[in-house]
């Protein structure tokens, strides 16, 4: 079991940019497959972005391709994710989850979560 822990989220107007990191204790991330998942009030979890274990892959949403970067240092056991261009629909707290083999977009295939960080857009 990896312990998972997000940063990085806060108050931002829109059209900024946040950059959230999850740090994991217990175990080597590098031998999981890392995900990014949000949860905005009254709404079901949502995919955001995936990557493999040696960030060689990767998956995003589709609504959100192109504004958001995920990215993982296995050195520092840490997985980012760069959020561009923050629009008040981004709202929500972003979760962290780790996952053996491949990357997936599903939240059931995830084993272990983080506590989650909000991440708050004013427009």
């Known amino acids: 079991q990896v312990q998972l822990v997000e940063s990085g989220g806060g108050l931002v107007q829109a059209g900024g940019s946040l950059r959230l990191s999850c740090a994991a204790s217990?175990?080597?991330?590098?031998?999981?497959?890392m995900g990014w998942f949000r949860q905005a009030p009254g709404k079901e979890r949502e995919f955001v972005a995936a990557?493999?274990?040696?960030?060689?892959?990767?998956l995003y949403a589709d609504s959100l391709k192109g504004r958001f970067t995920i990215s993982r240092d296995n050195a520092k056991n840490t997985v980012y994710l760069q959020m561009n261009s923050l629009k008040p629909e981004d709202t929500a707290v972003y979760y962290c989850?780790?996952?053996?083999?491949?990357?997936?977009?599903?939240?059931?295939?995830?084993?272990?979560w983080g506590q989650g960080t909000q991440v708050t857009v004013s427009s």
């Open positions: 989850a780790a996952k053996s083999a491949t990357p997936a977009r599903s939240r059931y295939l995830y084993g272990d």
């Open positions: 217990g175990r080597t991330l590098s031998s999981y497959a």
């Open positions: 990557i493999s274990w040696n960030g060689g892959s990767t």
